[in-house]
């Protein structure tokens, strides 16, 4: 059975308090947007439409920006802070302002027209800022912490291939990097990810309603 020289037990073990902390305060943030959401709006179809204008846009964005780093970027990722990482983090935050807001626009225009009020749209936009966080931040926590334990019984080991082991240390050396701080700064993240997500969805409700066609939708989206 083959041993990472990598895995530290003392660090594997703050690793996975700080996931742990993590992982547990995102499912905490993600039923009480739940919760709100059903409150404010009476049912859960508002925060579940929420959730799928999410889920629509990211994939209708993420086949494009594969598609445009590959022609503006390349296959090599980028070095944090040269101008091919700059490029991508304006690709990727102008691609998800467009796709988003238009996936919002989309929902409230076909499937959720009966979301109108301020309450409403608040839950239409907790439930778009729960399932990003589920898929994007709790599903990876969790992922993680079933690795560590893995790592720290030894059972990661079992059947592993030696040319597997390199990636499986560099697999613990980036987890092990996770400490509460880093935690803490990943859910204030969430927070204010939130925050803007309930924002912006109030915004194109309120232009999903006063709009007469689609190019007035968009003009006043723009």
């Not at 009020?117 to 239409?124: A, K, M, P, Q």
């Not at 990876?140 to 690795?147: D, G, N």
């Not at 309930?198 to 968009?218: E, F, P, T």
């Amino acid at each position: 059975m083959l041993f990472s020289s990598a895995a530290d037990p003392a660090a594997i073990d703050s690793a996975r308090a700080s996931f742990t902390l993590l992982a547990g305060a995102l499912a905490t943030l993600v039923v009480f947007g739940f919760v709100a959401a059903r409150r404010l709006s009476g049912g859960v179809a508002v925060w579940a439409w929420g959730g799928v204008a999410f889920v629509l846009s990211q994939a209708a964005r993420l086949p494009l920006l594969t598609l445009i780093n590959a022609l503006v970027i390349g296959a090599v990722a980028p070095t944090p802070g040269s101008g091919s990482w700059f490029t991508a983090v304006l690709i990727a935050s102008f691609s998800a302002g467009i796709f988003e807001e238009g996936s919002r626009a989309f929902i409230l225009s076909k499937a959720a027209r009966y979301v109108r009020t301020e309450r409403s749209g608040v839950g239409f936009g907790l439930g778009h800022a729960g399932i990003e966080a589920l898929i994007i931040t709790l599903v990876p926590s969790v992922a993680a912490l079933l690795l560590l334990g893995s790592i720290a019984d030894g059972s990661a080991y079992s059947n592993l291939p030696p040319e597997s082991l390199a990636q499986l240390e560099t697999a613990i050396t980036f987890l092990g990097n996770q400490d509460v701080a880093t935690s803490l700064l990943a859910f204030t993240e969430r927070l204010f990810a939130t925050l803007l997500h309930v924002v912006l969805s109030l915004y194109v409700v309120r232009a999903v309603a006063q709009s007469s066609d689609r190019g007035s939708l968009i003009r006043a989206l723009v």
